[in-house]
């Protein structure tokens, strides 16, 4: 797992525990990856650098998540031709609303895949970047198979009753 296929992004520290789903997934699929705190707002010249220099870095997807006035999705997309995953993470001011419409209605002509807010979005940006990067590693896909096999396997056709 030395190639570093993804870069998941988020615009704070108090992002991570909701994106680390995104690296728990590719760490799961062995899909090459690194995660870094990058800021529209605080960082606006790391994030400039970081999307300009993502694809001669040798990334091939960015997963990006940010919450509440969630520029960054949008704004790496507008520096790179790459695909850009956007996952809107959960505010506390607007459970993550804000976040969603900050990132889903982007101008026709530069596309960010928006997933659902919060862990779920997250999980799922990292089995889409996986996807991806499936279309061209036949090893992989083989994995990403077997991983919706065995999800599929854990789910009982009969409801238990709790107690
Ligand atoms: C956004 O502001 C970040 O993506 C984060 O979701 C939100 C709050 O950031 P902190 O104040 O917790 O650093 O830029």
Do not use: C
């Not at 010249?45 to 300009?52: C, I, M």
């Not at 031709?81 to 976040?99: E, F, I, N, Y």
């Amino acid at each position: 797992m030395s190639r570093k296929d993804v870069a998941i992004i988020m615009g704070s520290q108090s992002d991570w525990p909701t994106m680390r789903r995104a690296a728990d997934i590719l760490d799961t699929l062995e899909v090459g990856h690194e995660a870094r705190i990058v800021s529209a707002h605080r960082t606006p010249d790391r994030l400039v650098e970081f999307a300009k220099g993502a694809r001669a870095e040798g990334f091939r997807v960015i997963i990006a998540g940010a919450g509440g006035a969630a520029h960054l999705p949008g704004m790496t997309a507008a520096f790179t031709s790459l695909p850009v995953l956007g996952v809107p993470v959960q505010s506390r001011a607007l459970s993550g609303q804000d976040s969603l419409l900050s990132i889903v209605q982007m101008p026709a002509g530069i596309p960010v895949g928006t997933l659902a807010i919060g862990e779920a979005g997250a999980a799922n940006a990292g089995l889409l970047a996986a996807s991806i990067l499936a279309n061209s590693d036949d090893a992989l896909r083989e994995r990403l198979d077997a991983w919706r096999e065995a999800q599929s396997d854990k789910v009982a056709l009969y409801p238990a009753d709790g107690d």
